[in-house]
T-cell receptor
Framework: EADIYQTPRYLVIGTGKKITLECSQT?????MYWYQQDPGMELHLIHY???????EKGDLSSESTVSRIRTEHFPLTLESARPSHTSQYLC?????????????FGQGTRLTVV | SQQGEEDPQALSIQEGENATMNCSYK?????LQWYRQNSGRGLVHLIL?????REKHSGRLRVTLDTSKKSSSLLITASRAADTASYFC?????????????FGTGTRLLVSP
């Protein structure tokens, strides 16, 4: 099992609330990712990080923001949640094996905005 | 659009049968990886095949890669009910300075006892 943890596992929250999804890893990986997964299963990369103080937007536009103040921690924040943000959010960290990157995933946070 | 497209979208087989899933992608890659996702959980890495490899085995898993067709297949032999899960391919593109893994749409596999 990978040492990467997401909290909470499930969150139901009202429209307009600010929320932060937590992601922590104890493997010392520099690369971290946030994916949003549709009900139809497709994963979309929304944010990634090379390391501390480095964050980039992914391929899918997202109203969320991220920060990377510590190597082990990569929280995702929604300033004002909307029903369209309802989704599964998966955090991952990446380790380089030569030229290859292997990803380790957390269990995910299922967010429902009502 | 996503780099990888898997087919079939869903596959239902009996225990003991083999399951084959296919993945197509669009750009040149460093490697292609297969991941498994149990319902409502995170993804778990299964196997990685590099762009200069054509076939790789790991236990009951066999992966092939055809870079000329930009496609890969995952074969699970002698399937078990515990293999029931969603399977995703992910590509690591040569075009990005940062190795972003881009995932396909997934195949839902149901193995019935």
């Amino acid at each position: 099992e990978a040492d990467i943890y997401q909290t909470p596992r499930y969150l139901v929250i009202g429209t307009g609330k600010k929320i932060t999804l937590e992601c922590s890893q104890t493997m010392g990986h520099d690369k971290m990712y946030w994916y949003q997964q549709d009900p139809g299963m497709e994963l979309h990369l929304i944010h990634y990080s090379y390391g501390v103080n480095s964050t980039e937007k992914g391929d899918l536009s997202s109203e969320s923001t991220v920060s990377r103040i510590r190597t082990e921690h990569f929280p995702l924040t929604l300033e004002s949640a909307r029903p369209s943000h309802t989704s599964q959010y998966l955090c991952a960290s990446g380790v380089d094996r030569g030229r290859d990157t292997e990803a380790f995933f957390g269990q995910g946070t299922r967010l429902t905005v009502v | 659009s996503q780099q990888g497209e898997e087919d079939p979208q869903a596959l239902s087989i009996q225990e003991g049968e083999n399951a084959t899933m296919n993945c197509s992608y669009k750009t040149s890659i460093n490697n292609l990886q297969w991941y498994r996702q149990n319902s409502g959980r995170g993804l778990v890495h299964l196997i990685l095949i590099r762009s200069n490899e054509r076939e790789k085995h790991s236990g009951r898993l066999r992966v092939t890669l055809d870079t000329s067709k930009k496609s890969s297949s995952l074969l699970i032999t002698a399937s078990r009910a515990a293999d029931t899960a969603s399977y995703f391919c992910a590509t690591d593109s040569v075009n990005t300075g940062f190795q972003k893994l881009v995932f396909g749409t997934g195949t839902r596999l149901l193995v019935s006892p």
